[in-house]
């Protein structure tokens, strides 16, 4: 280890020379360095363990004093003062108002300038140690911060005494307000009862994994993974827990999103590819139908029935087009359209359907629900999806379909199955809420089929707007879908 480094400033250098050799006399153990100023000490600084700082006086040395301060941040160097004012109370205080740690006036006793020195010289190491410290605090916040995990420290009786941001944001807490609260009260009420056993297995030296339900701050439920790693003290014996958390079961959710949009993007590829196919079929159709028109000119009832064929193929062409669009994420066609206007349209054929009473609840609160895109191609995925949840409910029941404005930040926009970039929109929730439990996010039975190719056409759809759709099956609920739609710009 390197032997102390005393800096000696001074803008007098007979002055600086003379502190200088009056150090070394007394304290030979150390280095030392000159400087004339604080800007021509910056070689030194990082390595200085203390200032001896030369002045005809401190209030005319507070601006070098302030300057070294910043220069020197975050790291604490004791400065000590040789001034040409006088001893005393009146001088001590003034030292301390300009903010040296020790101040002496000449003639300096060589003794007690080496003594003031050693004193300072402590000072210095654990102002040191303090910021290696605080360094690796950082470092370590940031690591744990930036975790996949919550983490959380708690003591005996399971009372939190640290949490990670991760931690709180899993948890649906704040931090700060975690601290002091016990693991218990966070739990939803069917878990209280066994958590005092996870708890005295710990207490006897055993890691536990165990499935816990969190309520958080808004009262939602937050099914988590917890590993609680006991901590023992300097005599061995239970001094608390290292608690991990982790969100398994939403990571398996994004990566069935993951598959199921993978899926979904594939069925409607294909079906674009088979629409691209037919429109050829389609084409050769339609000419040779435009050609048997005009040679019936003197069969005016024929030629009306080739009219009624090329009618339906235009019909035929212009759905046809629809599907290519969809299959290959591409809108036929863009403009304004309001989603509320749809929804509404949507809600009155869902309740006039014939096969089974379906209750349609709109809560659409949304204060703006215009995109941009194509309307009949948004109408025909907001038809196919809202039948696809009304096909899930065997006995009828009732639907939810509500809309809100959200702002998706940078953060907000990971690990969606499909991506998309930060903005304004419209978030459209289509539910089912007849409570009867959905094994699957497409609903099995001899519709099966169909109902994959509806879901299919609706993720082309949504994609091609440069919006999301998520499917799940909130627990003891039916289906349920959530949408995201870019807003248009206002104005």
Same mark, same amino acid.
């Given at each position: 280890?390197?032997?102390?480094?005393?800096?000696?400033?001074?803008?007098?250098?007979?002055?600086?020379?003379?502190?200088?050799?009056?150090?070394?006399?007394?304290?030979?153990?150390w280095?030392?360095?000159?400087?004339?100023?604080?800007?021509?000490?910056?070689?030194?600084?990082?390595?200085?363990?203390?200032?001896?700082?030369?002045?005809?006086?401190?209030?005319?040395?507070?601006?070098? #004093?302030r300057?070294?301060?910043?220069?020197?941040?975050?790291?604490?160097?004791?400065?000590?003062?040789?001034?040409?004012?006088?001893?005393?109370?009146?001088?001590?205080?003034?030292?301390?108002?300009?903010?040296?740690?020790?101040?002496?006036?000449?003639?300096?006793?060589?003794?007690?300038?080496?003594?003031?020195i050693?004193?300072?010289?402590?000072?210095?190491?654990?102002?040191?140690?303090?910021?290696?410290?605080?360094?690796?605090?950082?470092?370590y916040?940031?690591?744990?911060?930036?975790?996949?995990?919550?983490?959380?420290?708690?003591?005996?009786?399971?009372?939190?005494?640290?949490?990670s941001?991760?931690?709180?944001?899993?948890?649906?807490?704040?931090?700060?307000?975690?601290?002091?609260?016990?693991?218990?009260?966070?739990?939803?009420?069917?878990?209280?009862?066994?958590?005092?056993?996870?708890?005295?297995?710990?207490?006897?030296?055993?890691?536990?994994?165990?499935?816990?339900?969190?309520?958080?701050?808004?009262?939602?439920?937050?099914?988590?993974?917890?590993?609680?790693?006991?901590?023992?003290?300097?005599?061995?014996?239970f001094?608390?827990?290292?608690?991990?958390?982790?969100?398994?079961?939403?990571?398996?959710?994004?990566?069935?999103?993951?598959?199921?949009?993978?899926r979904?993007d594939?069925?409607?590829?294909?079906?674009?590819?088979?629409?691209?196919?037919?429109?050829?079929s389609?084409?050769?159709?339609?000419?040779?139908?435009?050609?048997?028109?005009?040679?019936? !000119? !003197?069969?005016?009832?024929?030629?009306?029935?080739?009219?009624?064929?090329?009618?339906?193929?235009?019909?035929?062409?212009?759905? !046809?087009?629809?599907?290519?669009?969809?299959?290959?994420?591409?809108?036929?066609?863009?403009?304004?359209?309001?989603?509320?206007?749809?929804?509404?349209?949507?809600?009155?054929?869902?309740?006039?359907?014939?096969?089974?009473?379906?209750?349609?609840?709109?809560?659409?609160?949304?204060?703006?629900?215009?995109?941009?895109?194509?309307?009949?191609?948004?109408?025909?995925?907001?038809?196919?999806?809202?039948?696809?949840?009304?096909?899930?409910?065997?006995?009828?029941?009732?639907?939810?379909?509500?809309?809100?404005?959200?702002?998706?930040?940078?953060?907000?926009?990971?690990?969606?199955?499909?991506? #998309?970039?930060?903005?304004d929109?419209?978030?459209?929730?289509?539910?089912?809420?007849?409570?009867?439990?959905?094994?699957?996010?497409?609903?099995?039975?001899?519709?099966?089929?169909?109902?994959?190719?509806?879901?299919?056409?609706?993720?082309?759809? #949504?994609?091609?707007?440069?919006?999301?759709?998520?499917?799940?099956?909130?627990?003891?609920?039916?289906?349920?879908?959530?949408?995201?739609?870019?807003?248009?710009?206002?104005?």
């Amino acid at each position: 280890m390197p032997s102390p480094l005393l800096l000696v400033i001074s803008e007098n250098p007979r002055r600086s020379r003379a502190l200088a050799d009056l150090a070394g006399e007394h304290l030979p153990d150390w280095r030392l360095a000159t400087a004339a100023s604080v800007d021509a000490a910056q070689g030194h600084l990082e390595a200085c363990d203390v200032v001896l700082l030369a002045t005809s006086g401190l209030a005319a040395a507070a601006p070098a #004093i302030r300057h070294l301060r910043e220069q020197t941040f975050p790291l604490y160097i004791p400065i000590l003062a040789v001034t040409e004012e006088g001893r005393g109370s009146a001088a001590e205080q003034k030292s301390l108002e300009a903010g040296v740690d020790d101040a002496l006036a000449e003639p300096v006793p060589g003794d007690e300038l080496a003594a003031r020195i050693r004193i300072l010289l402590t000072v210095s190491q654990v102002s040191r140690d303090l910021a290696t410290v605080r360094r690796r605090e950082a470092v370590y916040r940031q690591v744990i911060d930036q975790a996949a995990v919550g983490l959380c420290l708690v003591d005996q009786e399971a009372v939190i005494t640290f949490a990670s941001q991760p931690m709180a944001d899993l948890a649906g807490h704040d931090a700060q307000h975690l601290v002091g609260k016990r693991i218990e009260d966070l739990l939803a009420e069917e878990y209280r009862r066994t958590f005092p056993q996870h708890l005295s297995r710990c207490r006897q030296g055993q890691m536990e994994v165990h499935e816990l339900v969190l309520l958080g701050d808004d009262g939602r439920r937050r099914p988590l993974t917890a590993l609680s790693h006991p901590v023992l003290d300097e005599a061995g014996r239970f001094a608390g827990c290292v608690v991990a958390w982790a969100d398994l079961a939403g990571r398996d959710r994004r990566e069935h999103q993951a598959r199921l949009a993978e899926r979904m993007d594939s069925v409607a590829r294909l079906a674009g590819q088979l629409a691209h196919d037919f429109n050829n079929s389609l084409t050769i159709i339609l000419g040779n139908a435009a050609l048997l028109r005009r040679s019936l !000119n !003197n069969q005016p009832e024929a030629a009306g029935l080739v009219t009624e064929i090329i009618r339906a193929g235009e019909k035929a062409a212009a759905l !046809n087009r629809r599907l290519v669009a969809m299959g290959f994420g591409r809108l036929a066609a863009a403009a304004a359209v309001d989603v509320h206007e749809l929804l509404e349209k949507i809600a009155d054929e869902m309740r006039q359907s014939p096969d089974k009473p379906i209750r349609v609840d709109l809560e659409l609160t949304a204060e703006a629900s215009i995109t941009q895109g194509d309307e009949e191609q948004l109408h025909t995925a907001l038809l196919h999806l809202a039948q696809t949840l009304r096909d899930a409910m065997p006995y009828g029941g009732a639907m939810t379909i509500a809309t809100r404005k959200v702002t998706l930040e940078p953060v907000d926009c990971q690990d969606r199955p499909v991506p #998309i970039p930060p903005g304004d929109y419209l978030e459209l929730t289509v539910a089912d809420r007849s409570a009867v439990p959905v094994p699957a996010a497409v609903p099995a039975g001899p519709q099966h089929e169909a109902a994959e190719l509806n879901l299919a056409g609706v993720f082309a759809a #949504i994609r091609a707007h440069g919006g999301s759709i998520e499917l799940n099956t909130p627990e003891g609920q039916g289906l349920a879908c959530l949408l995201l739609l870019p807003l248009a710009a206002q104005g």
